[in-house]
């Protein structure tokens, strides 16, 4: 998941927001620290399972990542901030999306993630020209990293 999350991570140029859903465990964190090291970042990353949110600097950018796992009602959006995570230039993670309740902005990318012996399933949705690129970026990073000729032709990882 990790190295997953680092071609990610090498593939994003300008802000996008990416939805990150799956059960208890599926490696959505897992995957957020990789993106994190694949874009330069050599401090502590930190899960949001209790704060709700963790920012990042990173050459000049900002990272946020979300798990709204307990948010309970829009009001608790409210309080996150989550209006100012509408800023074409951030990136955005966001676990659990679903309990923001319609207060997130629009996700460029969700990704899904399944538990599947041995290992896990990550399907990649784009929902916008910016996650088209994301995700076609990435799957062509993967591709050269693994060392396969040709054009990506799916978005099942």
Excluded: C
Excluded at 32 to 37: A, N, W
Excluded at 68 to 75: F, H, S, T, V
Excluded at 115 to 123: A, F, H, M, S, V
């Amino acid at each position: 998941m990790d190295a997953l999350g680092q071609a990610l991570g090498r593939s994003l140029r300008n802000g996008a927001v990416v939805y990150l859903r799956g059960q208890l465990g599926a490696g959505k964190t897992t995957l957020v620290r990789g993106v994190l090291k694949g874009l330069g970042f050599e401090g502590r990353v930190r899960s949001p399972t209790y704060t709700l949110v963790e920012g990042y600097e990173i050459g000049g950018y900002r990272l946020y990542h979300l798990d709204l796992y307990r948010i309970r009602g829009p009001e608790e959006m409210e309080y996150l901030g989550a209006r100012d995570l509408d800023d074409g230039d951030l990136w955005v993670f966001v676990e659990w999306p679903d309990h923001g309740e319609g207060r997130l902005p629009e996700p460029d990318l969700v990704l899904n993630f399944e538990l599947r012996e041995p290992g896990r399933l990550i399907r990649a949705e784009p929902r916008s020209g910016r996650g088209e690129d994301l995700t076609q970026a990435w799957l062509a990073r993967m591709r050269t990293n693994l060392g396969v000729e040709g054009e990506p032709k799916s978005a099942e990882l």
